[in-house]
């Protein structure tokens, strides 16, 4: 049985991800932007909560941990190299480290980029993938500390998972991430869609995370830095794909 995910809003544009299992009561959460919203949810659901996952340092990422933690009693997991910056650690994780969680056994991978240290969790068998500010939906996250090349590394990593992936991203920025991928190709078919299907979502007052990976491919312009429509588009043909990717990244933060 698949865990149970939910996505709840936090702060003016931050996503938490809380996960269940039924059959063993296990919860965790995914990153803790404020704990007031997270602690709501768990009452409505009569969850416990048992485990807190963290991606990175950011502090809109890891601002109510210690709320949270102390209204729960949580395990707090992390990446052993950002642990000087992350609130305590129960456990440090680095790339390839297993995880735990109710029948599952999820594993760690490194994707730094938007900061060093950062990690993504994958549960695999509930085709899960929380990816922070990595890979985010139709973007990837500003590069803070990492360098281009690390994170076009990091983002090939998330790429060889299963199309079913559920990618899990921090921040609602699909709508704005779209808006730059049409502006690099105007002429694909795929980003008009979804971009439909994303206003449509939020005029709702749906999210539009998580998105497959599937989806991603198909319009991510960061994931498809080794496309030749891609290149052809930059005027970029027989440049290697890091050097696409580099491209694209500071297009994105001067658009």
């Not at 809380?18 to 659901?45: C, F, M, N, Q, W």
């Not at 991203?169 to 699909?174: A, K, L, M, R, V």
């Not at 869609?193 to 939020?202: E, F, G, I, N, Y």
């Not at 989806?215 to 429509?229: C, D, I, M, V, Y």
């Amino acid at each position: 049985m698949p865990l149970e995910l939910v996505t709840l809003p936090c702060l003016a544009d931050n996503y938490a991800y809380l996960i269940h299992d039924p059959v063993s009561g296990a919860t965790g959460v995914v990153d803790v932007p404020d704990a007031a919203p997270i602690l709501a949810e768990l009452s409505r659901r009569e969850w416990a909560l048992s485990d807190i996952f963290l991606t990175h340092h950011h502090d809109d990422h890891i601002a109510g941990v210690k709320a949270l933690r102390a209204a729960t009693g949580a395990k707090v997991w992390g990446a052993a190299a950002d642990r000087h910056r992350l609130p305590p650690l129960d456990v440090a994780l680095a790339e390839g480290d297993a995880v735990p969680f109710g029948p599952e056994v999820g594993v760690v991978i490194d994707v730094s980029g938007h900061t060093l240290g950062h990690i993504a969790y994958v549960f695999a068998d509930s085709g899960l993938a929380f990816t922070g500010d990595s890979l985010m939906a139709a973007g990837c996250g500003r590069l803070f500390e990492g360098s281009p090349d690390q994170m076009w590394a990091s983002l090939q990593k998330l790429a060889a998972l299963p199309d079913a992936t559920q990618i899990c991203s921090g921040h609602e920025y699909t709508g704005s991430n779209l808006r730059f991928a049409a502006a690099m190709e105007p002429a694909n078919p795929a980003i008009a869609a979804r971009t439909l299907r994303v206003m449509k979502a939020r005029a709702e007052g749906r999210p539009s995370v998580p998105s497959r990976l599937s989806g991603e491919r198909a319009t991510n312009p960061f994931l498809r830095a080794s496309r030749p429509e891609m290149k052809a588009a930059l005027g970029m043909e027989g440049e290697s794909d890091a050097a696409v990717f580099a491209e694209l990244r500071a297009r994105k933060d001067r658009f």
